[in-house]
Structures are given as structure tokens and as C-alpha cells.
């Protein structure tokens, strides 16, 4: 019989340790397998597989979700008013206020809605494994539905809070004081501000396959930081520009290439150019990418 090879013992030893000790029953093995969390190549496939089935989704089922995201994001930006209207001014009191900022992302991530900044990661994972023509495509489809749904669900809400149909008085008030928060940026500054905040956005997709019943305190954490930093997301921070267009406090045009465009710009640079890139690069090396694109 042929001697086995020191690369042979090195193998077999590291399969062994890879498994779990003697002594342990079947039922403590699954137990081990269940709580121990998945490699990076795991939740890689798991987001790929995700973004392959988002791309794949008809126009319409895109449309009607990015819209009801739209509206359900608007939450968050009304929360955060709601809270401040009821704090005294106080140094302590963002802290609080801000807690609300997570309210909408929570409906939006927990009810699997379209979200554009999500998609900067969970979409793009299926074009890096397998960068093809038809994947691109796939996309910019996906990138633009979504982008567009988004925006007409934040301006039904940003028009129905002008009209003071959804609010009062009071509320409307407090909603336009927080909003005029991004008027105090120009474009270059909303720009870089809207790269943590994808990066951020774009990590909570990427941590979910393994948070097992903390989904909720991550998004709320993630996006906690989001408000407390005062970085631009540009679907939450779209409502506050059509307010404040709609109130004729700031044109169409700085609405648009000042607060919003600003934004997507640096959200897609955070999530997609930096956070994708880096969490894909992380497992390239070990993935086999052949297979179905």
C-alpha cells in the first residue's frame, strides 16, 4: 500500500477538526450544526440566490412593492417628527427622536419590500458571481422599477402630509423642522454623507442570514446609526425633499439634483462600490462560479 503524503495528513487532519469532537450524540451534532453561523461563503450564496430571485421577478410585482416601500419607508421620517414634536429641546433628546428613523426600515426589511439601497448589495451579488451581458441587463431593470416605485411611494406620502390629510397642524409642522435638516447640505456634502449610509443599508442584508431571530434589533441598530450620523439614504430622505418642494421651500431642480440624485449617487457607491465589492472579494477566490447566470 502507497504511503500516504504529508499533504495527505495535512488534509485529512484539517477535515477532522473541521467536524465535531468524539463523544457528542447525533442530536448535540445537529444542535452544533444549527447554532454555529455560516461562513462568509454561505451567507454569499444565500444573498446571491435572494438577488437572482429578485432580478427574476415580473415589472409589476417590482413596481407594486418599490411603491409600497416608498409609503412604508415614509414612516420613518414621520416617527422621527412625531417624537421630536413631543421632546423638549434638550441635547438628549435626538437620541430618542432618532429611534424612530428605524420604523419604516423595519416594515420595509421585515416585509421583504423592494427597497432601492437593498438591492445596491443583494442584486449586484448575482452580476459579480457571474458577470454577463443578461445579468447587467437584469440589473438596470431591477435598479430603475424599484428606484422610481420607491420615489412615487414617498411623494403619495410627502403629498398627502402637505395637504394635511394623514396629519394635523401640529404633526405637519414638526415633520417640515425635521426635514429642513437636509436643506443645510449642498450636493457634494449629500454625497458623501450617502456613502456610509449604503454601505450601512447594505450590511444589514448581508448580516440577516445569520442573525436567527435578531433581525429586528440589527435593523434597528444599523439603522439607528443612520439618523444619529445624520447620513443621507436617499429613498427616507426623498419624502423630506418632495415636502419641501411641495411647501415651496426649496425648486424642483435642488429637490431633484440636489438632495436626491446626491444621494443615490453615494448610496450606490457605498453599497454597491464598496460594500459589494468588498463582500464578494472576500469569497471570490473560494466560490466555483460556473453555473447557470
Same mark, same amino acid.
Given at each position: 500500500?502507497?504511503?500516504?503524503?504529508?499533504?495527505?495528513?495535512?488534509?485529512?487532519?484539517?477535515?477532522?477538526?473541521?467536524?465535531?469532537?468524539?463523544?457528542?450524540?447525533?442530536?448535540?451534532?445537529?444542535?452544533?450544526?444549527?447554532?454555529?453561523?455560516?461562513?462568509?461563503?454561505?451567507?454569499?450564496?444565500?444573498?446571491?440566490?435572494?438577488?437572482?430571485?429578485?432580478?427574476?421577478?415580473?415589472?409589476?410585482?417590482?413596481?407594486?412593492?418599490?411603491?409600497?416601500?416608498?409609503?412604508?419607508?415614509?414612516?420613518?421620517?414621520?416617527?422621527?417628527?412625531?417624537?421630536?414634536?413631543?421632546?423638549?429641546?434638550?441635547?438628549?433628546?435626538?437620541?430618542?427622536?432618532?429611534?424612530?428613523?428605524?420604523?419604516?426600515?423595519?416594515?420595509?426589511?421585515?416585509?421583504?419590500?423592494?427597497?432601492?439601497?437593498?438591492?445596491?448589495?443583494?442584486?449586484?451579488?448575482?452580476?459579480?458571481?457571474?458577470?454577463?451581458?443578461?445579468?447587467?441587463?437584469? #440589473? /438596470?431593470? *431591477?435598479?430603475?422599477?424599484?428606484? !422610481?416605485?420607491?420615489?412615487? =411611494?414617498? @411623494?403619495?406620502?410627502?403629498? +398627502?402630509?402637505?395637504?394635511?390629510?394623514?396629519?394635523?397642524?401640529?404633526?405637519?409642522?414638526?415633520?417640515?423642522?425635521?426635514?429642513?435638516?437636509?436643506?443645510?447640505?449642498?450636493?457634494?456634502?449629500?454625497?458623501?454623507?450617502?456613502?456610509?449610509?449604503?454601505?450601512?443599508?447594505?450590511?444589514?442584508?448581508?448580516?440577516?442570514?445569520?442573525?436567527?431571530?435578531?433581525?429586528?434589533?440589527?435593523?434597528?441598530?444599523?439603522?439607528?446609526?443612520?439618523?444619529?450620523?445624520?447620513?443621507?439614504?436617499?429613498?427616507?430622505?426623498?419624502?423630506?425633499?418632495? #415636502? /419641501?418642494? *411641495?411647501?415651496?421651500?426649496?425648486? !424642483?431642480?435642488?429637490?431633484? =439634483?440636489? @438632495?436626491?440624485?446626491?444621494? +443615490?449617487?453615494?448610496?450606490?457607491?457605498?453599497?454597491?462600490?464598496?460594500?459589494?465589492?468588498?463582500?464578494?472579494?472576500?469569497?471570490?477566490?473560494?466560490?466555483?462560479?460556473?453555473?447557470?447566470?
Amino acid at each position: 500500500m502507497a504511503a500516504r503524503s504529508d499533504g495527505d495528513d495535512a488534509q485529512a487532519k484539517a477535515a477532522h477538526e473541521d467536524e465535531p469532537v468524539e463523544g457528542l450524540s447525533e442530536t448535540e451534532e445537529d444542535t452544533v450544526d444549527d447554532l454555529r453561523p455560516g461562513s462568509a461563503k454561505v451567507v454569499h450564496e444565500v444573498i446571491r440566490l435572494q438577488g437572482d430571485e429578485e432580478l427574476g421577478r415580473p415589472l409589476a410585482s417590482l413596481l407594486f412593492s418599490g411603491f409600497a416601500a416608498g409609503v412604508a419607508i415614509s414612516a420613518s421620517v414621520l416617527a422621527e417628527a412625531f417624537l421630536h414634536a413631543r421632546l423638549p429641546d434638550a441635547p438628549w433628546a435626538e437620541l430618542v427622536s432618532s429611534l424612530g428613523y428605524s420604523v419604516g426600515f423595519v416594515i420595509v426589511i421585515l416585509g421583504n419590500l423592494q427597497l432601492f439601497t437593498e438591492n445596491t448589495v443583494t442584486a449586484v451579488l448575482p452580476l459579480a458571481t457571474h458577470p454577463t451581458a443578461r445579468n447587467f441587463g437584469r #440589473l /438596470l431593470r *431591477l435598479w430603475a422599477a424599484v428606484f !422610481l416605485a420607491n420615489l412615487a =411611494g414617498t @411623494l403619495f406620502v410627502a403629498f +398627502l402630509v402637505w395637504g394635511q390629510i394623514i396629519v394635523g397642524p401640529e404633526q405637519h409642522s414638526a415633520v417640515l423642522e425635521v426635514s429642513r435638516a437636509v436643506l443645510k447640505h449642498d450636493p457634494l456634502t449629500t454625497l458623501m454623507l450617502g456613502m456610509p449610509a449604503g454601505f450601512l443599508v447594505a450590511s444589514i442584508a448581508w448580516i440577516l442570514p445569520n442573525a436567527k431571530g435578531s433581525e429586528f434589533w440589527v435593523i434597528v441598530m444599523i439603522t439607528y446609526v443612520i439618523a444619529l450620523g445624520g447620513f443621507s439614504h436617499v429613498v427616507a430622505g426623498s419624502g423630506e425633499a418632495w #415636502l /419641501l418642494w *411641495l411647501q415651496g421651500e426649496t425648486g !424642483l431642480s435642488t429637490a431633484l =439634483g440636489g @438632495l436626491i440624485l446626491p444621494s +443615490l449617487a453615494g448610496n450606490i457607491i457605498g453599497g454597491t462600490g464598496l460594500f459589494a465589492v468588498l463582500a464578494h472579494g472576500q469569497v471570490a477566490g473560494e466560490i466555483d462560479p460556473e453555473g447557470d447566470a
